[in-house]
């Protein structure tokens, strides 16, 4: 019913920029949260950057101060501006949101299909 689309991934060196947007689309009634996480092979996925339907950001702390995560409510998306990028920010970045699809307001998660993002030293 809901469908997540990620964009923007790709391959860049230390110190570059990446933004990533993300789509929601479908049988949409109302987002709540939206955010993005991010997972290495062998490692636990891991919260990025959270953004309530208000607009209050939540960070993880290695990323503070080179991450902005934004969202058009009107649109349904969400972007992450990634700036001064470092190799350990390598991974498969996911896409995240909390969708309620009809006015009983029961909310599910969905998840994006993950876009790689890789960083050169």
């Known amino acids: 019913q809901v469908q997540l689309v990620e964009s923007g991934g790709g391959l860049v060196q230390a110190g570059g920029s990446l933004r990533l947007s993300c789509a929601a689309s479908g049988r949409i009634f109302s987002i709540k949260l939206m955010g993005w996480y991010r997972q290495v092979p062998g490692k636990q996925r891991e919260l990025v950057a959270t953004?309530?339907?208000?607009?209050?950001?939540n960070y993880a702390e290695s990323v503070k101060g080179r991450f902005t995560i934004s969202r058009d409510n009107a649109k349904n998306t969400v972007h992450l501006q990634m700036n001064s990028l470092k190799p350990e920010d390598t991974a498969v970045y996911y896409c995240n949101a909390n969708v309620a699809t009809s006015g009983t307001l029961y909310y599910s998660n969905y998840w994006g299909q993950g876009t790689q993002v890789t960083v050169s030293s």
């Open positions: 953004i309530t339907s208000g607009g209050s950001t």
